[in-house]
């Protein structure tokens, strides 16, 4: 069947983030959209952790459904049109990275997914002992990039770790200001378990075809919403069974069962011009390459 999924997300409880980012509205916000899947985000916090727990019940292998009493109570507010349409939550968080290497910063963001409330629960116990999880949906672990893909292989097969949203500058496998240069620099001899990318807002698929050590890696897009007008703003589109081996699977395969994603034009995202929004600055990269990327306005360095 083919299934639209929104895997990376975020809850109420991560910084910059809608009140409205609950269990209720993601279900009201999903069935507006078409969605069939949508991620639960945040996983680690502990207190979104218990609302996934109270108000998310097991459904197919591996994914779970709103609580009845409370789809009843958002499908009456939804045309009967919609109603019927199928919707899962599959169990995810994104972890960030901020770590020396290589004599440089890094600052990666990446994207996990477990196969059930088990796997959530051995590794947030891991990973409650590197760094706080309590602060923020989305936690700042100083771990390295490597060390975390290990953890999440080691605390369950069938757990899944893709880097997220891969060349925005600042927080990605490719960013220009805390990246690196390849898949091989940031997970050395594990680099073979990354079998996924996500293409975040400000590309697509044609611009990471373009990159010849990312063939064969499965292009997947998601919208990274912080609120939940904002879900399916990129998605990506399967064709296979509803449950989360499958759909895992078939990422890790990059096969048939993986039709293709959803995207968000990229040049309206934020990293194809350069500028100071605060300055009301906007440059093209050949204008910001006479200014040696200064601001024009202030003199302080451009977000590039």
């Known amino acids: 069947m083919e299934l639209l999924a929104d895997f990376h997300i975020h809850s109420h409880y991560s910084r910059a983030t809608s009140k409205d980012m609950d269990l209720p509205h993601l279900y009201q916000w999903g069935k507006i959209k078409g969605i069939n899947i949508i991620g639960t985000g945040d996983f680690t916090h502990p207190k979104w952790f218990a609302e996934i727990q109270e108000n998310l019940e097991p459904a197919e292998p591996g994914l779970f459904k709103i609580r009845d009493d409370l789809a009843r109570e958002v499908d009456k507010t939804l045309p009967d049109s919609i109603c019927g349409n199928l919707l899962r939550f599959i169990l995810s968080v994104e972890i960030s990275n901020i770590y020396s290497k290589g004599g440089k910063v890094r600052k990666l963001h990446h994207l996990i997914t477990c196969p059930d409330l088990a796997a959530v629960t051995t590794l947030t116990d891991r990973l409650s002992r590197i760094g706080n999880l309590h602060s923020d949906g989305r936690p700042i672990l100083g771990l390295d990039s490597k060390e975390l893909l ?81 879900l399916g703003r990129e998605a990506t589109v399967f064709n296979c069974d509803l449950n989360y081996l499958e759909i895992i699977n078939a990422v890790k395969t990059n096969d048939q069962r993986l039709l293709g994603t959803i995207e968000f034009f990229p040049e309206e995202g934020k990293y194809h011009y350069d500028g100071h929004r605060a300055c009301g600055v906007s440059l093209s990269p050949p204008e910001s390459e006479k200014l040696h990327n200064l601001c024009p306005v202030c003199g302080e360095l451009l977000v590039l």
Not at 191 to 199: F, G, L, N, W
């Open 150 to 230: 290990k953890i999440v292989l080691d605390t369950h097969p069938d757990n899944l770790l893709i880097p997220a949203h891969i060349w925005t500058p600042w927080f990605s496998l490719f960013g220009s200001r805390s990246g690196f240069d390849s898949i091989s620099q940031a997970f050395e001899e594990l680099s073979s378990y990354i079998r996924a990318i996500e293409t975040g807002l400000s590309s697509d698929p044609f611009m990471n075809w373009r990159l010849s050590q990312l063939d064969g890696i499965a292009i997947t897009s998601n919208s990274d919403a912080h609120s939940p007008k904002n």
